[in-house]
């Protein structure tokens, strides 16, 4: 499968952003999709996940009740809504996908096999 990120840019502190994966080469069901992120000299951190059912999502504590991820099967397109963004949200946002991961795995990035290019986020204070 191949993932293209798109939706990142500048946005004031409070403000809202909705980051785009499309999917081409298989149908988004068949995958585990997450988002995940990476701010100047940090390493990759785990953000939001879906299940491949679509039935359950998954979000790291920082992100909890302000971002959501949700997906839409007809466009093969994952969405991340991110909402009240703060200074520290500020990173380039990955998308993943992999076809074989338990849920307990959804949060490790190298257990993604595939990636998007990234898209920035910057959030101004």
């Known amino acids: 499968v191949q993932l293209q990120a798109s939706g990142g840019g500048l946005v004031q502190a409070g403000g809202s952003l909705r980051l785009s994966c499309a999917a081409s080469?298989?149908?988004?069901?068949?995958?585990?999709m997450g988002w995940f992120r990476q701010g100047l000299g940090n390493e990759r951190e785990f953000v939001a996940a879906?299940?491949?059912?679509?039935?359950?999502?998954y979000y790291s504590d920082s992100v909890k009740g302000r971002f959501t991820i949700s997906r839409d099967i007809a466009k093969n397109t994952v969405y991340l809504q991110m909402n009240s963004l703060k200074p520290e949200d500020t990173a380039v946002y990955y998308c993943?996908?992999?076809?074989?991961?338990?849920?307990?795995?959804?949060?490790?990035?190298?257990?993604?096999?595939?990636w998007g290019q990234g898209t920035q986020v910057t959030v101004s204070s």
């Open positions: 993943g996908a992999d076809a074989r991961l338990i849920s307990s795995s959804y949060r490790i990035s190298s257990q993604y096999d595939y």
């Open positions: 080469g298989r149908t988004l069901s068949s995958y585990v």
């Open positions: 879906i299940s491949r059912s679509g039935s359950s999502s």
